[in-house]
C-alpha cells in the first residue's frame, strides 16, 4: 500500500464568516486527485469576510491567511496548505437527518465545529435501514444487504477499505465487550459494526475490531472506524446526547499525535437520515480546512470512500467509489 510522508506543516488561522463551496465555478488547475484545484486568494471566485480573510467559493478553491495558529483540539482547522495523510477517522452518527443537527441550539459543540471547519450541506445516506449505509461507506457498494441483520446472515467475500489496508486499520467500538463480537448485546449494536461481517478480515478483525471503552483513542492506523454506542450515537438518545458525546471525545481525538502533527483527516457523519429524505451532516476536520466551510457539492457516502482512499493513497477505488464526487479539493484536504 503506498503511504504518505508528512511534511511540516505551517497552521495558519482564519476569522471571518462562513464560506459556501458550490458546484458551478469555473475550476481552475487541478488537485492532486484530479478535481478542481485551488483559487487564488483575491481571484474573482474569492470573497472577503468580515474578519479581512479571503474566503474561496469556486469548487476546491482555497485561501492561505496569515497568522500563525496552533494545531490542537482548540485550533483545528486553519485553512493551513495541505500536507500528506497517513490517517483518516471516520465517526459514524446514527438516524439523523441534516436539518435536524445543523443550526439545532442541542448540538452547540457541533455548531463550533461547522464554525471551526467544514460542513457538507448536500451529502446523502445510500440506503435504509442502518447496515447497508455502514457497508457502502467501507466498500463502495451495499452488497446487496437490505436489512440489519447479523454477519451470520450477510457472510461478505467483498473486498473493503479494511482490505485494502491489511493489518493498517482499526474498528473502536462502544460498548462492544470483546474484540470483533458478532452478536448484539446491551448498548453495543453489531449492524454498526462493519468490520465484523467481511469474511476477508476474519484473521485479522480480533486484533483490529476493538472495544471502545474510555481512555485515549489509538489513531495510529491509517484508517479508524470509530462508533459510539446505541445511545452516543443518537440511534437511542437525543441529539443533546450525542452531541455531549462528541463535545468529548472528539477533542480527545483532535489532541492525539497524529492530528497534531498535521497528518490526519477526521470525517464526523451520519448512517441515514430516518426523518423522510436522505440528507444527514456530515464534518470534515483537519488543518487545512478552511474555517467555516460549507460544501454544497451533492456527495454520499461513496464519496466518502472515495476520499478516504485517494488520501492514504489506495487502490482500486472500491465499486461506486470510482465514479462518485470526490472531497478532496472541495475542504482543500
Known amino acids: 500500500m503506498p503511504r504518505r510522508f508528512p511534511t511540516a506543516l505551517a497552521a495558519v488561522a482564519v476569522a471571518g464568516a462562513a464560506l459556501t463551496v458550490g458546484a458551478c465555478a469555473a475550476p481552475s488547475g487541478t488537485s492532486r486527485s484530479g478535481s478542481a484545484a485551488a483559487t487564488a486568494p483575491g481571484s474573482?471566485?474569492?470573497?472577503?469576510?468580515?474578519?479581512?480573510?479571503?474566503?474561496?467559493?469556486?469548487?476546491g478553491a482555497t485561501a492561505t491567511p496569515a497568522g500563525a495558529a496552533t494545531v490542537d483540539a482548540g485550533h483545528p482547522c486553519s485553512g493551513a496548505p495541505p500536507a500528506p495523510v497517513r490517517h483518516v477517522v471516520v465517526?459514524?452518527?446514527?438516524?439523523?437527518?441534516?436539518a435536524q443537527v445543523a443550526g439545532n441550539p442541542a448540538a452547540p459543540y457541533l455548531a463550533s465545529l461547522a464554525a471551526?471547519?467544514?460542513?457538507?450541506?448536500?451529502?446523502?445516506?445510500?440506503?435504509?435501514?442502518?447496515l447497508p449505509n455502514y457497508i457502502a461507506v467501507t466498500s463502495g457498494s451495499t452488497q446487496g444487504v437490505a436489512d440489519d441483520a447479523g454477519p451470520g446472515s450477510h457472510p461478505l467475500g467483498a473486498p473493503s477499505i479494511f482490505s485494502l489496508l491489511g493489518a493498517d486499520w482499526r474498528s473502536l467500538e462502544e460498548s462492544m465487550p470483546r474484540p470483533c463480537d458478532t452478536a448484539s448485546s446491551g448498548e453495543y449494536a453489531v449492524k454498526h459494526n462493519p468490520a465484523a461481517y467481511y469474511t476477508t478480515l476474519a484473521t485479522n478483525c480480533p486484533a483490529q475490531d476493538l472495544p471502545l471503552n474510555g481512555g485515549a483513542f489509538d489513531l495510529s492506523a491509517a484508517y479508524t472506524f470509530v462508533t459510539p454506542d446505541?445511545?452516543?450515537?443518537?440511534?437511542?438518545?437525543?441529539?443533546?446526547t450525542a452531541d455531549a458525546w462528541l463535545a468529548k471525545e472528539v477533542p480527545v481525538m483532535l489532541s492525539s499525535p497524529q492530528y497534531r502533527?498535521?497528518?490526519?483527516?477526521?470525517?464526523?457523519?451520519?448512517?441515514?437520515?430516518?426523518?423522510?429524505?436522505?440528507?444527514?451532516?456530515?464534518y470534515v476536520i483537519s488543518p487545512s480546512v478552511i474555517p467555516g466551510a460549507r460544501v454544497a457539492t451533492p456527495l454520499d457516502h461513496y464519496s466518502l470512500l472515495r476520499t478516504s482512499e485517494e488520501l492514504l493513497g489506495l487502490s482500486p477505488l472500491l465499486g461506486q467509489a470510482a465514479t462518485a464526487t470526490s472531497m478532496v479539493s472541495l475542504f482543500h484536504l
Open 44 to 59: 474573482p471566485h474569492s470573497t472577503t469576510s468580515a474578519g479581512g480573510a479571503t474566503a474561496p467559493t469556486a469548487p
Open 230 to 240: 446505541l445511545c452516543h450515537d443518537g440511534h437511542d438518545c437525543s441529539t443533546a
Open 261 to 282: 502533527s498535521g497528518s490526519t483527516v477526521v470525517f464526523i457523519t451520519w448512517d441515514e437520515n430516518d426523518a423522510g429524505g436522505a440528507l444527514v451532516p456530515t
Open 116 to 130: 471551526a471547519c467544514g460542513l457538507a450541506t448536500d451529502y446523502s445516506g445510500v440506503a435504509h435501514p442502518s
Open 91 to 98: 465517526v459514524m452518527m446514527e438516524n439523523r437527518a441534516l
